[in-house]
């Protein structure tokens, strides 16, 4: 009587699996993903009636204010107001259809308002918009 030898396991890694595998990573690192989004200064945003949103936010430079007067450009402190102009200049190089937009504390001062606004006249960014919240 001969015995025989019984065959060996296969060797060979499955794949038919995979793609199920690699989509449900996918979708798991879409669900939670969490995009940054610029933070700014802490501030109170005034209320308007009537506001509209910008169509594109590639081309907005914003500047955040609030009222201890500390001004911050896309996330970063500004330590002097004639800072201001020098970045914006540099943003105006690159981009020439920038959009300042100025989310300023509603009990900032507006004599801080005003010299921010002169540092963007000397630079020529005379596309301002300034935000607030919707209410009454």
Not at 1 to 19: D, G, H, L, V
Not at 85 to 105: A, T
């Amino acid at each position: 009587m001969a015995i025989q030898k019984k065959s060996k396991a296969s060797q060979e890694i499955p794949t038919a699996s995979m793609p199920d595998i690699v989509f449900m990573l996918l979708l798991f690192f879409m669900v939670t993903t969490v995009f940054r989004q610029s933070t700014g200064l802490p501030i109170e945003l005034p209320k308007a009636k009537k506001i509209q949103k910008l169509e594109a936010k590639k081309n907005v430079v914003s500047i955040w204010g609030n009222e201890q007067q500390d001004i911050s450009i896309d996330d970063k402190l500004v330590d002097k107001m004639s800072d201001i102009r020098r970045i914006m200049y540099e943003k105006m190089i690159e981009n020439p259809r920038i959009v300042v937009s100025l989310k300023i504390d509603k009990a900032a001062n507006m004599g801080m308002v005003n010299d921010i606004q002169q540092e963007l006249r000397e630079v020529n960014a005379l596309r301002v918009n300034y935000t607030a919240i919707y209410g009454d």
